[in-house]
Structure formats: C-alpha cells, structure tokens
C-alpha cells in the first residue's frame, strides 16, 4: 500500500475506532443507570419508611422547635430559639441529663460484665451448656411493657418476691419504688436484666468467632483459663465490646418503657431521664416546642457520645 493510501485511510480508521469506543462508553452508561434504577427500587419501600417515620419527625421536630404551639399543637407562634433557651434556663437539661448518666453508669458496665461472664461460662461445650445458653437468652424475647409488669410485682412493697426472699434472710423489707434513693437502682436493675439476653447472645456469638486453634496454642504454650481469656479472648472480642458498648449507651439514653410503667419519673424526679422529661414536656404539658427541642438536645447529645466513642475509644479495638 502506498504512502498516500495509508494517508487516507488513517483518519477512517481512527473515526471506526472513535466511534466504537463512544458506543461501547454510550452502553456502559445506560447500564450503570439501569442497575441504579433497579437498586433505587428496591430501596424504595424502606426509603419511603424512613422518610414517613424518620425524616419528615426530624424536619418536624426542627421547625416545632422553633415555635411555640397551644394545647391542641397548632403552631402559636415564632420563637426562634427562645425554646431552647428555656430547657437550659430552667434546669430541665441539668436535671435530666444527671439522672440519665446515673442511669447509663448503673446499668451499661453492670450489663455488659454480667453478659460477658455469662458468655464465658458457657463457652465451653459441655454437656448440657445448651440449655443454660437458652436460659441466658430467654429476656431478649419479652418486650419493655412485659419485663415492666413482672419487676412491678417482684418489687411490690408487701407482696413482692423480693422483699419476701429478703425476710427469709432477716434483711428488713426494701422501698424498691417508693424510695428517691432505691427507684433508680431498682429500674436500673431491670434493664439490665431486661438487655442481658441481646448483650449474651451478641457476646457469645464473638466468642464463638474466636478459632478454636489459638486456644489449643495457648494451651500448649501453658496458659491457663485466666490468662487465655485476657490475653487473647479480650483482645479478640474487642469488636465485639465495642459494638455492644455502642448500642448499650444509646439504647440506656433511649430508655422510656419500664420508666413510665414502674414509677412514672417519681418518686420526687429521682428516676426523670431526659426521654421522660420529654414525654412530659410534650403529652403531658403541650408544649410542643420545648419538647421538640428538648429531643433535638438529646439527639445531639448521643451523637456527640458516639462520636467521642468512634474517635477515641475505638483505637483500642483490635480488628483481626
């Protein structure tokens, strides 16, 4: 071919190529926006969810905030952050966020040590582990109202189980609900009993992830149950803790149920967490926009906590 020829044709093959490459760009988007089309309608039915439940509460919360609403929760006025100063200002913030840190000290680290002990207990495979294992799992299964209701009658003043085990022992009857200084221990110790199951089974289920054969070679190695357990168990299992930690604190910031049901923020404010005193603010008072920015508070306050716990205390986390 001459010289001339391959002048000529050069530039054709060029646009064949060109073109073929603009094609095949052209197919590729269209397939990466039919995928995306696909994967945003399965995801529409739980965007649609989050956005009936979730999003549009917020957005509303937000804008209640910055109102102030009558009896029927009509928007009265605009008040801009005069509600939120009134939270600070009357010691509502003060008072609720002291009884809820109490109440996060008292059963998160309790919670967690029992279920962990628990976990470890029952982590070797004996005969029989099994059913302990389900006995331990058993509060995970029973809703806030209903765990409510059987503490209500264990800690019954004169009727409780409690008390009557108590006499048998010579100890003189408890004020479990009726004391300022027994109300917050005493839900406290129904939550924890109320969040062992979900705190065992996640726990466990990291001990079991941990390989059989690590143990073998600290076993062979010469290490006993104790220091196997902190030396190696602890290390592995810190995801774990950490995940459990998470939820724990966020769930005992949350707590509402058992609160309402046994003693109703009472006696004398010594069990009003912050979500009660919202609750309170809101359907017992109907001030819609103290409430709504009392519940902007705490959504910034947990996420502060959770994010100090990302940033700080996840270090320590040992991933494998």
């Given at each position: 071919m001459s010289e001339l020829d391959n002048r000529i044709s050069l530039p054709a093959a060029?646009?064949?190529?060109?073109?073929?490459?603009?094609?095949?760009?052209?197919?590729?988007?269209?397939?990466?926006?039919?995928?995306?089309?696909?994967?945003?309608?399965?995801?529409?039915?739980?965007?649609?969810?989050?956005?009936?439940?979730?999003?549009?509460?917020?957005?509303?919360?937000?804008?209640?905030?910055?109102?102030?609403?009558?009896?029927?929760?009509?928007?009265?006025?605009?008040?801009?952050?005069?509600?939120?100063?009134a939270v600070f200002q009357s010691g509502l913030f003060l008072q609720g966020m002291k009884v809820t840190l109490l109440f996060v000290l008292f059963t998160v680290p309790t919670g967690m040590l029992a279920a962990l002990i628990l976990a470890a207990l029952t982590?070797?495979?004996?005969?029989?582990?099994?059913?302990?294992?389900?006995?331990?799992?058993?509060?995970?299964?029973?809703?806030?109202?209903s765990s409510a209701v059987i503490w209500k009658f264990l800690f019954h003043p004169t009727l409780g189980m409690l008390n009557y085990l108590l006499g048998k022992i010579g100890i003189d009857p408890i004020p479990w609900l009726t004391s300022p200084d027994w109300a917050l221990i005493s839900i406290s110790i129904m939550t924890i009993w109320m969040n062992l199951g979900f705190n065992y089974i996640i726990?466990?289920?990291g001990l079991q992830g941990i390989p059989e054969e690590i143990y073998e070679s600290a076993k062979i190695d010469g290490a006993g149950p104790l220091l196997t357990f902190r030396k190696i168990s602890m290390p592995l299992l810190s995801p774990t803790l950490f995940f459990v930690t998470v939820v724990s604190i966020i769930g005992a910031f949350q707590s509402?149920?058992?609160?309402?049901?046994?003693?109703?923020?009472?006696?004398?404010?010594?069990?009003?967490?912050?979500?009660?005193?919202?609750?309170?603010?809101?359907?017992?008072?109907?001030?819609?926009?103290?409430?709504?920015?009392?519940?902007?508070?705490?959504?910034?306050?947990?996420?502060?906590?959770?994010?100090?716990?990302?940033?700080?205390?996840?270090r320590k986390v040992h991933y494998q």
């Open positions: 060029r646009r064949r190529v060109s073109n073929t490459s603009q094609r095949r760009t052209a197919s590729l988007r269209v397939q990466r926006m039919r995928e995306n089309m696909l994967a945003y309608g399965f995801l529409a039915p739980s965007l649609l969810l989050f956005a009936v439940f979730l999003f549009y509460p917020m957005f509303k919360s937000v804008y209640l905030s910055m109102h102030s609403t009558d009896p029927t929760g009509q928007i009265a006025a605009y008040v801009g952050l005069d509600n939120f100063k982590h070797n495979r004996f005969k029989g582990m099994r059913i302990f294992q389900f006995v331990f799992s058993l509060p995970v299964v029973l809703s806030v109202g726990l466990s289920s509402f149920g058992q609160i309402n049901i046994l003693t109703r923020g009472g006696p004398m404010d010594s069990t009003n967490v912050f979500v009660y005193s919202i609750y309170q603010e809101a359907f017992v008072n109907f001030r819609f926009g103290t409430g709504s920015a009392q519940a902007l508070i705490l959504f910034a306050v947990i996420m502060l906590l959770t994010l100090i716990q990302f940033k700080w205390v996840e």
